[in-house]
């Protein structure tokens, strides 16, 4: 499969979708773009009846690297471990790593480029996130016989199971990585993980909820101004400008009802520019996020 065939492939079919993603029901898959041209390439692994023995994944935990079959992916202590590779900073590289604080951890995590960071953004906001890891561990697996070496980009752990994940901008996938990918997809779903490569991002999204995560930190509410927005939106959908002008003090208003939509107690579509004429609603109940003081 060439370059162009990567291309034509790399949307799944709900991430084309163009109807409303209201950004209190949304979870991380109806975000991203997802890559799925890697499954062609699932016939070249070494898949025979011994193979979860076979493939090994390193772990590390604290400085020491453990190495065991895939067969026992779901039997890791994830609470122990760290990331299987240092990130390092140097002024002359082409990408540019940094550290990401979530408030669902309470620390920062590692990221290794732009989009990796914007990939723990979204997914702190939108996968039910409980855990983050990055560079969870290296995979080494088999295709005609040869060995070659894989590691993913993190390991979710969030409210509806384990995601495994790996970052990469449509354009820049190449055979030998769609190999790697189809080689972390098989692995995942012997230890019942989903996988997906994210490719990228339905419009608005980025801009969007980034706006949102201004937000995102724990917001005194001592005017009750949270409550008054959640009983007018409760009268139905309202745009975000009349919104806020019905609360007492509508300037405060707006920083809190951001803080509402980052925690999925008022909802809005995240398909299209975020501002005053979008329309706000009251997310039900199952949706909410807690709120931390």
Request: aromatic share 10%; proline share 5%; charged share 25%.
């Amino acid at each position: 499969m060439n370059s162009t065939d990567f291309e034509q492939n790399w949307l799944s079919g709900r991430s084309a979708s163009s109807s409303a993603v209201w950004s209190d029901a949304c979870c991380l898959e109806d975000l991203a773009l997802l890559y799925t041209g890697f499954t062609d390439f699932t016939q070249a692994l070494d898949l025979d009846e011994i193979w979860p023995v076979r493939w090994t994944t390193t772990w590390k935990f604290g400085l020491t690297p453990a190495a065991s079959p895939v067969r026992d992916l779901d039997k890791v202590d994830l609470g122990r471990s760290v990331p299987v590779r240092r990130f390092t900073w140097r002024t002359d590289q082409f990408h540019r790593p940094g550290l990401e604080y979530m408030m669902a951890t309470d620390r920062h995590h590692g990221f290794e480029s732009h989009e990796e960071e914007c990939l723990l953004m979204v997914a702190e906001f939108a996968a039910g996130l409980v855990e983050a890891l990055s560079q969870p561990f290296r995979l080494r697996f088999f295709t005609e016989g040869k060995a070659i070496e894989h590691t993913p980009d993190f390991l979710l752990v969030a409210d509806s199971g384990l995601f495994l994940i790996d970052v990469r901008p449509a354009g820049r996938i190449k055979a030998e990585d769609a190999l790697k990918f189809a080689a972390a997809a098989e692995a995942a779903l012997s230890a019942g993980w989903r996988y997906g490569v994210v490719v990228g991002w339905r419009q608005h999204v980025l801009t969007n909820v980034d706006a949102l995560s201004a937000e995102r930190r724990p917001l005194p509410d001592v005017l009750g101004i949270q409550g008054q927005l959640q009983e007018s939106a409760a009268q139905g959908p309202l745009p975000y400008g009349e919104l806020v002008e019905r609360c007492c003090l509508p300037a405060i208003g707006r920083a809190h009802a951001i803080h509402l939509l980052w925690n999925r107690r008022l909802g809005v579509d995240l398909s299209v520019p975020f501002g005053n004429a979008s329309m706000v609603r009251l997310a039900p109940r199952q949706h909410h996020r807690e709120l931390e003081r």
